[in-house]
């Protein structure tokens, strides 16, 4: 990958495992400094941090609720203060229903609770995050910002309405960001994922159903799921000057699932 990274600024939310993680170490190694990201798994982002120093690279680890403004405005600031721009983010951080911390209701079934905290993350913490990265990137002229949501935009789930409305969401959100930043050195993107391995979505929704892992499978023309590190590369591959002339763009990475 050619994006000229060094000595430039990744910040990537939900950065203690999966996607979020995988992403984190690449910005790294293509030389990035990374602020690493997380609301709860502390250990998680810490262990992500370890992982790019013991690798050659440089990040630190800051604790961000992404629903709370005053957090995503004092990571951003964090960033600058360490190394001293923000050039690139990642905003993964995200919940689904997976059947333990999020349960799989119909929507006549959802806990008010439940729809508002999946917005609140989802929809909330990625206009949360694109506030404070776009004020700081129009100071420096220059960045570029992916937000994840899933191919749950596109393909509906029985059980996941609010999860599948909140990614639908940030799809709007992301490409009216992008025309209103077009001119000014600011490229935002959507990435939607297909099933993935290695993520906590994919891990507790097999958990006490092994079975459905290849269920999932089956689902996928490709009959795999991907890897975390397959989701990083596109992802930072989007930041990149490779992607110069991308912006506004929903790129499903779903082995075919939404061609069917």
Known sequence: ???????????????????????????????????VSTGSNIQGGEETVRMIKEAGGEAAFVKCDVTRAEDVEAAVARAVELFGGLHYAFNNAGIGPDGDRMPIVPVADCPVEIWDKTLDINLKGIFLCMKYEIRQMLKQNFGAIVNNSSIGAYKAVP??????????????????????????????????????????????????????????????????????????????????????????????????????
């Open 159 to 260: 059980g996941f309405a609010a999860y599948d409305a909140s990614k639908s969401g940030m799809i709007g959100l992301t490409k009216a960001a992008a025309l209103e930043y077009a001119t000014s050195g600011i490229r935002i993107n959507v990435l939607c994922p297909g099933p993935t391995d290695g993520t906590q979505l994919m891990e507790k929704l097999t958990r006490f159903h092994p079975e459905e892992r290849d269920h999932i499978n089956s689902t996928v023309p490709m009959k795999r799921l991907a890897s975390p590190e397959e989701m990083a590369q596109v992802a930072v591959w989007l930041c990149s000057e490779s992607a110069s002339f991308v912006t506004g763009c929903q790129l499903p990475v779903d082995g075919g699932l939404t061609a069917t």
């Open 1 to 35: 990958m050619t994006g000229g990274f060094q000595g430039k600024t990744a910040m990537v939310t939900g950065a203690a495992s999966g996607i979020g993680r995988a992403a984190a170490r690449l910005f790294a190694k293509e030389g990035a400094n990374v602020i």
